[in-house]
C-alpha cells in the first residue's frame, strides 16, 4: 500500500525537514533531497507506522465491541414491574 500524501501535507513536511537538517544536522537539504527523503521514509517506514495504527484501531474497536451488551442492554421482562411501581405511587 502506498501512503499519499496531499500536496500541502508534502509542502509542510519537505518544509519541516529542510529545516530539521538546518537546525540539528548543521547543513542544508535542498528541496528536491527533502522531497526524495520523504518519499524514501513514506515508502519504507510508513507501513511500519500504518500497521501499528491499524492495530491500535482493531484493539480499540473489538474492546467497545465486547462492552456493548452492557452499554446496550435491556432487561426483559419488565412490564409487570414497572406497572406494579406505577400503582405504588398512586
Same mark, same amino acid.
Request: glycine fraction near 4%; charge should be negative; proline fraction near 1%.
Given at each position: 500500500?502506498?501512503?499519499?500524501?496531499? @500536496?500541502?501535507?508534502?509542502?509542510? $513536511? /519537505?518544509?519541516?525537514?529542510? @529545516?530539521?537538517? *538546518?537546525?540539528?544536522?548543521?547543513? #542544508? /537539504? +535542498?528541496?528536491? $533531497?527533502? +522531497?526524495?527523503? *520523504?518519499?524514501?521514509?513514506?515508502?519504507? /517506514? +510508513?507501513? !511500519?507506522?500504518?500497521?501499528?495504527? !491499524?492495530?491500535?484501531?482493531?484493539?480499540? *474497536?473489538? *474492546?467497545? !465491541?465486547?462492552?456493548?451488551? /452492557?452499554?446496550?442492554?435491556?432487561?426483559?421482562?419488565?412490564?409487570? @414491574?414497572?406497572?406494579?411501581?406505577? @400503582?405504588?405511587? #398512586?
Amino acid at each position: 500500500m502506498t501512503i499519499e500524501l496531499s @500536496r500541502e501535507a508534502r509542502a509542510q $513536511a /519537505i518544509a519541516s525537514i529542510e @529545516r530539521f537538517f *538546518l537546525e540539528n544536522m548543521d547543513e #542544508k /537539504i +535542498g528541496n528536491i $533531497a527533502a +522531497g526524495t527523503l *520523504l518519499s524514501f521514509f513514506l515508502e519504507e /517506514i +510508513g507501513p !511500519v507506522v500504518y500497521n501499528q495504527a !491499524v492495530t491500535a484501531v482493531q484493539e480499540r *474497536l473489538q *474492546l467497545r !465491541v465486547s462492552e456493548l451488551d /452492557i452499554e446496550v442492554h435491556e432487561d426483559e421482562f419488565q412490564y409487570w @414491574r414497572k406497572h406494579e411501581q406505577q @400503582r405504588k405511587r #398512586k
